[in-house]
């Protein structure tokens, strides 16, 4: 991306989008959590995220510091494991974007994202969590740019599509992490709303990529190119 100030444009642009998002789905996200959760992952997300807006309002500078803020406002206003899960993994991972935000420190970014959500959440795929959208969008978007050498615009749709492909492949499982486990395979049939969440952000930062990068994306070429739960050889094998 361009100079410090267009990076702190988008950024600002990109949580206002995210914020109204998540203000208009959060019927939704409640009514996914009643099934299997605790009827409260629309109302959370939704106040943390207008709180990220107060907070981050007329910052300007380092983008990282803007992220970080970011991530401080949801851990301190999102309750119950949404708030260390999505506000404390962000703060970690805010650090890789003291350079600015790139292709490349936009994959660190991602990479340290998904490695602190996992460490906090001691979550791996196929439990029907967060980390079932997180994972094949990390490692999509990873393999776009350092192996397809696609730009970020169409990365990151690629990365949109992989977690839309996770979230569905919530559906069908047995929860084995979080509230949901303790339904055992009354779990099975619903979607998880912490993925489904993690899919609308990256829908809304892609929607901010397309108004602030270059280039256009053709709707029926911007599929996944890696498998839609990549395992360890996914890079290798995609």
Excluded at 19 to 46: C, F, P, Q
Excluded at 48 to 75: C, H, R, Y
Excluded at 147 to 176: C, H, I, M, W
Excluded at 214 to 238: F, K, R, V, Y
Aim: glycine share 10%; proline share 4%; aromatic share 4%.
């Amino acid at each position: 991306m361009a100079d410090t100030d267009v990076q702190v444009a988008a950024l600002h642009a990109a949580l206002e989008n995210v914020a109204d998002r998540l203000a208009e789905e959060k019927t939704y996200l409640t009514d996914l959590d009643s099934a299997i959760g605790d009827a409260d992952h629309g109302a959370n997300m939704n106040r943390g995220f207008q709180t990220v807006l107060e907070q981050t309002a007329g910052m300007d500078g380092d983008p990282s510091e803007i992220v970080k803020a970011a991530g401080k406002a949801i851990l301190s206003e999102v309750g119950g494991a949404a708030g260390p899960l999505y506000g404390g993994s962000i703060m970690m991972a805010s650090g890789e974007l003291d350079e600015g935000i790139t292709a490349e420190t936009t994959v660190a970014f991602a990479e340290t994202y998904l490695e602190k959500l996992q460490d906090r959440g001691g979550a791996e795929v196929g439990q029907k969590t967060m980390v079932d959208a997180v994972t094949p969008a990390v490692h999509t978007y990873k393999k776009s740019i350092e192996q397809d050498d696609l730009p970020p615009l169409e990365a990151l749709a690629k990365a949109v599509d992989a977690a839309e492909r996770g979230v569905n492949f919530t559906v069908p499982l047995r929860a084995t992490k979080g509230r949901a486990s303790y339904l055992g395979w009354r779990s099975v049939g619903h979607q998880d709303p912490g993925a489904t969440s993690t899919l609308f952000i990256l829908e809304e930062l892609l929607k901010t990529a397309r108004e602030f990068l270059d280039g256009d994306l053709d709707p029926d070429t911007h599929d996944a190119t890696s498998p839609t739960i990549p395992d360890d050889g996914a890079d290798e094998e995609a």
